[in-house]
């Protein structure tokens, strides 16, 4: 294989002399190089994958950022547009040969692509502004087998963490993917989200109109996508979007038991009205599971008001060590609280340098790295899943905000546990969502115009 084969000459450059810390970094970058290679002829996942990697590139260094840049525009590029007798099959196959008679209009151009399928713009037969989201055909087939390549590939992150239980957190990871296949479930997902953020000032979630197979009807939404916002939005607009997404995942493990696991950039719009829309509920499961607020709060403790000893306690009894296995609980404490400095301050602002910082550390190739002799429950993989990405969009965004409050908001148990001294002289709040809430009652308006 050629990671065996990347070992060997590892080895012999170890005999030339070579320092082991650069052998295991040239490891470490040609495996990510064979990683991309092989994700670069995937199908089925492709976009997926390119919406998450998009995230991740940027908190990389660039030795390790260039083969991610490379496999993006061809992840990026793989999903060309589906035809128009396509489509038409396609929907016939989910709503029947008299489909149409559905809809007062339906556009066959693609008005924008999902991770699995594609959208197109259409009027409902009632008048509704919709939106038609369409698996690709053979899509479902493409995905296993990508999914049965991924399984057999997935041995190569043990370069990057060797104490990680990789299988189980591969087959986590296939399982959430398998289950962004299903329309019927995605369906369901967004009506629980629609019921509990109906009527709120901030957030809007659009109303499911129908699902018939692998066709997904939505309400449409008009706005500015975020993307567009990461790359020329002004700073209130920056700041007002990292916090509203902070606020749409957050507050839904208390609201409705549902984990948003996927805040890519790509499934959010700035309305007009200032609220901020949310699609695509594909990667959506029940939250949190038994065991998980006992987690966090140990862990937060720990961090914020504890020491090394009740961090290596707590990730012991919950999962994260191995039974038996001997690390640096001193090293752990080190390596995991500067990750926590967000929440230490009455404001904060998250940029791509701090996270490319925590990503560096974490991910040193040096033997002696002790969360490289971590693993990691399956069961936490949407989670991680969820707050890595938002963390991303958030670094890209370069939000500023009081993120702390805002947790302890929708979390209030973790209230005593993050309670830490601010720092000297703390900047009020960038951000306050409640006065802009209260501003526009004011005035009369339903939202804050896009600048």
């Given at each position: ?47 997926k ?14 030795d ?72 690709y ?20 992150a ?24 299903d ?13 509990a ?55 839904g ?33 029940a ?76 991910t040193?190739?040096?033997l002696?790295?002790v ?26 965004l ?54």
């Amino acid at each position: 294989m050629a990671f065996a084969g990347r070992q060997a000459a590892g080895a012999g450059k170890r005999a030339l002399g070579r320092s082991a810390e650069e052998v295991n970094r040239d490891i470490q970058l040609r495996t990510a190089q064979h990683i991309f290679e092989v994700l670069g002829e995937l199908k089925g996942c492709a976009a997926k994958l390119g919406q998450l990697l998009a995230i991740y590139e940027l908190a990389l260094p660039p030795d390790l950022a260039e083969p991610y840049r490379i496999a993006l525009s061809r992840l990026q590029d793989a999903a060309p547009a589906m035809l128009p007798h396509t489509v038409h099959a396609a929907m016939a196959d989910s709503m029947g040969t008299q489909w149409r008679s559905q809809f007062r209009e339906f556009d066959d151009r693609r008005a924008a692509s999902a991770s699995l399928g594609q959208v197109h713009r259409a009027v409902w037969h009632d008048g509704r502004p919709v939106a038609v989201k369409v698996m690709y055909p053979g899509g479902r087939q493409a995905v296993e087998r990508d999914l049965d390549h991924l399984r057999r590939i997935s041995y190569l992150a043990s370069v990057f963490l060797p104490g990680a239980d990789v299988k189980s957190v591969t087959e986590a990871i296939c399982a959430s993917v398998t289950g962004e296949l299903d329309y019927a479930a995605e369906a369901d997902h967004q009506r629980a989200f629609a019921a509990a953020y109906a009527g709120d000032p901030d957030l809007y979630v659009p109303d499911v109109v129908a699902q018939h197979g692998d066709v997904l009807i939505s309400e449409w939404i008009d706005g500015t996508p975020v993307p567009r916002i990461v790359a020329s939005g002004t700073r209130a607009e920056r700041d007002r979007v990292g916090m509203l997404m902070v606020r749409f995942v957050t507050s839904g493990w208390g609201r409705h038991g549902l984990l948003y696991a996927d805040p890519h950039p790509g499934n959010f719009r700035l309305l007009p009205d200032g609220r901020l829309g949310v699609m695509d509920f594909g990667a959506c499961c029940a939250w949190p599971p038994a065991g998980f607020d006992e987690l966090t709060l140990d862990c937060c403790k720990a961090i914020f008001r504890g020491g090394p000893g009740d961090l290596a306690a707590a990730t012991r009894r919950h999962g994260f060590v191995e039974t038996g296995r001997a690390f640096d609980s001193e090293a752990l404490y080190a390596a995991i609280t500067p990750c926590g400095e967000p929440l230490r301050h009455t404001t904060y602002r998250l940029t791509t340098r701090w996270l490319r910082r925590q990503v560096l550390r974490t991910t040193n190739p040096r033997l002696t790295n002790v969360i490289r002799q971590m693993t990691m429950p399956a069961y936490f993989t949407p989670f991680a899943r969820s707050f890595l990405t938002l963390v991303g969009v958030l670094g890209q965004l370069e939000t500023e905000g009081p993120f702390r409050d805002e947790i302890v908001r929708w979390l209030p148990q973790l209230s005593e546990a993050l309670t830490v001294a601010d720092e000297p002289e703390a900047t009020p709040p960038t951000v306050d969502l409640a006065a802009v809430r209260r501003q526009r009652l004011d005035t009369g308006e339903r939202g804050l115009p896009i600048g």
